[in-house]
């Protein structure tokens, strides 16, 4: 059983569009993550959100919304999609915020911009 | 400078071999320690935490935290093919979020 899944594993689409990226748990976590790895394989936070709620916003364009319906779902809408989105955008979970529980993470989602 | 300096190799060595990994820092209020590995097309897996300075060992993987030095290492003993792989370090603080180091891209040849 996949403990961190996303949804679609990869993205092919046009600058400009919208998109979406879900990203379910089944840890039983509270705590959940996006975080961008760009193609230097640099891995940056995005967001957090611990019990639905949001707690870690890094400097990220508004066109990324987070949507969190409940504790074990933790979605991305990107609007106008640029050029250099272009990633792979990573999900990750943890028990709680404590920075000695590990997180852990799902396989990603491949996101090219034409 | 950065916040996590690691080098990104990529590092091939041959199968047994001792594997040694670092990565610098800047930010001296950091306290937890962190390895990670990323498989070829998959997400980052926790390996070894360490909190604060000092030695952790689990089966062949040492992690090592200088804070003094801002330094931390992660050797690897009787390095086998299944460790090719790309390892990543990564660092905060509490409260704050995990900063990574960029990743090493480690071979292990048979």
């Known amino acids: 059983d996949t403990a961190v899944s996303q949804t679609p594993k990869y993205l092919v689409t046009q600058m400009g569009n919208d998109k979406s990226i879900k990203c379910e748990q089944n840890?039983?976590?509270?705590?959940m993550y996006w975080y961008k790895q760009d193609s230097k394989k640099f891995l940056k936070i995005m967001f957090s959100y611990n019990n639905k709620e949001l707690i870690i916003n890094e400097t990220v364009p508004n066109r990324f919304s987070p949507k969190s319906p409940d504790k074990a779902h933790l979605n991305l809408h990107i609007n106008s999609l640029e050029l250099g989105d272009s990633a792979v955008y990573f999900c990750a979970s943890s028990r709680g915020t404590d920075p000695n529980q590990p997180q852990h993470f799902g396989d990603g989602t491949r996101l090219s911009i034409l | 400078q950065k916040e996590v300096e690691q080098d990104p190799g990529p590092l091939s060595v041959p199968e047994g071999a001792i594997v040694s990994l670092n990565c610098t820092y800047s930010n001296s209020a950091f306290q937890y320690f962190m390895w990670y590995r990323q498989y070829s097309r998959k997400g980052p897996e926790l390996l070894m935490y360490t909190y604060s300075s000092g030695n952790k060992e689990d089966g062949r993987f040492t992690a090592q935290v200088d804070k003094s030095s801002k330094y931390i290492s992660l050797f690897i003993r009787d390095s086998q093919p299944s460790d090719s792989a790309t390892y990543l370090c990564a660092m905060n603080r509490r409260g704050t979020p995990l900063v990574f180091g960029k990743g090493t891209r480690l071979s292990v040849i048979a």
């Open positions: 840890l039983g976590h509270d705590t």
